[in-house]
């Protein structure tokens, strides 16, 4: 019997890639997403990066089974010509069937309550040192507790992100704008925005929302270019003060980290106050604002500016940890310009992460985040199964020939600061290229 199906080719669907006409295909089957793009809960730039070609692994990658049966209200009738699974494709997907059946991705443990308690006793810590006790040192003590309590709720707000993490999709939300708006600060609007872009364009130098530092850091010489965000919407230009601050980004590296806080604070509040569209606004502006009224009161009890600012950089210094680790995980591995490519899927995933090894009673401190190559293949796995799941990842890895990278905490830092010394280095070159090629000319003269 003759096939009755419409085909496009690869190239025809390539040109649906643009603001306002928006194709993808799922298992070979195409749909036209235009109409989603301002409502998916994942934000519109993972739609806008990943138009016009074959999206199945990410779709699996990133929604449950039930979000299957709301494919066909966006199907155009026409199937991809031609279309295949690679064979890692197809083992990648055969490990999310698998973990579905065993219920993995429902079975999330205690793991948010547990930390949620432990924020609540940190915060009931912080709060009673600094109003019971005369003791500068107990304050110093209890605005570093402060910025533990920061780190801890951050990696609630990264795990709400990804998946349901208590009984209910509503329960999950009120502790989304508890846990981050009001005790952190940190609007969860703005980091799901930027992390499903990081996660679907994971380190595409132009893409990824996590490599774009400039002008304090550069991962590559690739930045030198002065390349365009297409996250931000706005050129990185490598101009001379870049290229001075790039020049020591590898001793800059740790005290920026101290006080990066600051720019998620900064972000949250661009995101809010600006013209897309965010849902809950209020909500998220609310919680904002409950956060800037607590914190300043509570620093103001301090019996002095001394003790103030000591109280406020001990809570910045210390959550500088969890900045340092996002760093770890993708600063000194592998890095691309352009969008990002749905047919290389779990490739791209494991070649730009990097797993950090520590043992498992350590697991609270990395929050999951030391399995970022499990992570980042399956997102909605909740982070008590990362463990369980790693060796299975190694073995794919290995059998298709792809690098499994990891390292230990402080081994990463010195891949991290080696890789920002190289760029930096680099920099210097591009900062004062006479020096250079007077001293190159002067070896390589002959007669």
């Known amino acids: 019997m003759a096939d009755s199906r419409k085909y496009i080719s690869r190239a025809d669907l390539q040109n649906h890639n643009k603001p306002g006409?928006?194709?993808?295909?799922?298992?070979?089957?195409?749909?036209?997403?235009?109409?989603?793009?301002?409502?998916?809960?994942?934000?519109?730039?993972?739609?806008?990066?990943?138009?016009?070609?074959?999206?199945?692994?990410?779709?699996?990658?990133?929604?449950?089974g039930w979000a299957w049966q709301y494919l066909d209200k966006f199907s155009t009738g026409y199937y991809l010509e031609g279309y295949s699974v690679s064979e890692v494709s197809k083992d990648y997907r055969r490990l999310v069937s698998e973990f579905s059946k065993m219920g993995l991705f429902e079975k999330k443990g205690y793991g948010a309550l547990i930390t949620l308690?432990?924020?609540?006793?940190?915060?009931?810590?912080?709060?009673?040192?600094v109003l019971c006790s005369d003791s500068a040192w107990v304050h110093l003590v209890c605005g570093g507790l402060m910025g533990f309590l920061w780190?801890?709720?951050?990696?609630?707000?990264?795990?709400?992100?990804?998946?349901?993490?208590?009984?209910?999709?509503?329960?999950?939300?009120?502790?989304?704008?508890?846990?981050?708006?009001?005790?952190?600060?940190?609007?969860?609007?703005?980091?799901?925005?930027?992390?499903?872009?990081h996660h679907i364009a994971c380190n595409s130098l132009d893409f990824d929302p996590d490599l774009q530092h400039m002008p304090f850091f550069a991962v590559s010489s690739k930045l030198f270019n002065s390349i365009t965000s297409y996250f931000y919407d706005r050129k990185m230009n490598f101009d001379s003060a870049a290229r001075f601050l790039v020049s020591y980004q590898h001793w800059t590296f740790y005290p920026v980290m101290c006080f990066a806080r600051i720019n998620l604070f900064a972000q949250s509040f661009i995101l809010l106050l600006s013209k897309r569209k965010v849902p809950n606004r209020g909500q998220e502006i609310l919680g904002l604002l409950l956060f800037w009224t607590w914190y300043p009161l509570l620093v103001s009890c301090l019996p002095n500016w001394g003790e103030r600012i000591m109280f406020v950089v001990a809570s910045f210094v210390v959550t500088g940890i969890q900045h340092i680790q996002f760093c770890l995980n993708h600063f000194s591995s592998s890095v691309y310009v352009g969008p990002p490519s749905s047919n290389d899927w779990f490739e791209k995933q494991t070649i730009g992460s990097l797993d950090i090894l520590c043992s498992s009673w350590m697991d609270w401190f990395h929050g999951g985040l030391q399995f970022q190559i499990e992570h980042h293949l399956f997102p909605r796995l909740p982070r008590c199964?990362?463990?369980?799941?790693?060796?299975?990842?190694?073995?794919?890895?290995?059998?298709?020939?792809?690098?499994y990278s990891s390292a230990s905490f402080w081994k990463a830092n010195e891949m991290t600061i080696g890789t920002l010394r190289a760029a930096a280095l680099q920099a210097r070159d591009v900062t004062n290229p006479v020096p250079k090629n007077l001293v190159w000319e002067a070896v390589n003269t002959h007669g």
């Open 21 to 64: 006409d928006l194709w993808i295909s799922i298992q070979g089957k195409i749909y036209d997403v235009t109409s989603w793009a301002d409502d998916h809960p994942g934000g519109a730039h993972p739609l806008l990066n990943l138009a016009g070609q074959d999206v199945t692994d990410a779709f699996v990658a990133f929604h449950p």
């Open 117 to 129: 308690c432990f924020v609540a006793l940190l915060f009931a810590v912080s709060v009673w040192g």
């Open 151 to 197: 780190i801890q709720s951050g990696w609630i707000g990264h795990d709400s992100g990804h998946y349901q993490i208590m009984v209910s999709p509503r329960f999950t939300r009120f502790v989304q704008i508890l846990s981050g708006n009001c005790l952190a600060g940190i609007s969860i609007a703005w980091w799901k925005w930027n992390h499903n872009a």
């Open 385 to 403: 199964h990362l463990r369980k799941i790693s060796p299975l990842v190694k073995e794919l890895c290995k059998k298709h020939n792809l690098p």
